[in-house]
């Protein structure tokens, strides 16, 4: 099989569980910091005010990587930049807004969504081997979107993608959205992924202190998770109510 072809196939199906795969580097990432919560002497910062700094300086990190992603799909049509892992799908090509910067800006988001855990370990190892290995793996995934992409839509793709960046947005580029911004749209697809930072960075502390035998937990970030989960239960059942339905998108 020639490596394009490879390169596909792999794409292909590493889209179908780009939700899932990564799961596995975060439990690897929060062993990494449950053995140094053990071992404190491992971590590269010592001072507790700094600490709680960096706590929040990685949150926030996390939190963009959300913003791109609502800033992104806010601004979509129907049936383009998607959470759907089945196949792929583009009624349309997005061109204007921020797909006028970068060519994959929802990977982008998930890039920084995924870094703020990954730094919440302090290991500089992992945090490298992290993002060796979200640029192998993603790059699959794009490989494989663009194909498709470019089967579809051919020289409007290519002439597209020709003057638009994959990954390092160029913003001398920016042409402004043809939609307007959709919080439905946000509020409806985007939910799973606001409350997951703070439950993720909730279940960091949480487990640490438990396996220290201690309860200094971090009050502020319990009740944020909680807040999270309350608002996602929400929007749950919202979710088919006239008040989250969108319209279809001209």
Known sequence: ???????????????????????????????????????????????????????????????????????????????????????????????TGIYSTVRHPLYVGNFFMWLGPALLTENLWFIIAFILFYWVYYERIMFAEEQFLRRKFGEVYTSWAAKTPAFIPNFKNFVKPNLSFSWKKVFKK?????????????????????????????????????ISILIYLILKALKKSSLLKLKEDR
């Open 190 to 226: 985007e939910k799973n992924g606001f409350a997951a930072i703070f439950i993720i960075f909730c279940a960091f502390d949480v487990l640490a202190e438990l396996l220290k035998g201690t309860q200094n937990f971090n009050i502020y970030l319990i009740i944020a998770a909680a």
């Open 1 to 95: 099989m020639a490596l394009q072809e490879e390169f596909e196939q792999q794409g292909v199906w590493l889209f179908k569980y780009r939700g899932t795969l990564p799961v596995l580097i975060l439990l690897i990432g929060m062993g990494i910091y449950l053995y140094a919560s053990l071992n404190p002497e491992l971590f590269f910062i010592q001072d507790p005010n700094i600490k709680n700094y960096f706590l929040i300086f990685c949150i926030a990190v996390s939190l963009f990587g959300q913003y791109i992603r609502a800033y992104t799909v806010g601004h979509t049509p129907k049936n383009t930049s998607g959470r759907n892992t089945g196949k792929q799908v583009a009624d349309t090509l997005n061109t």
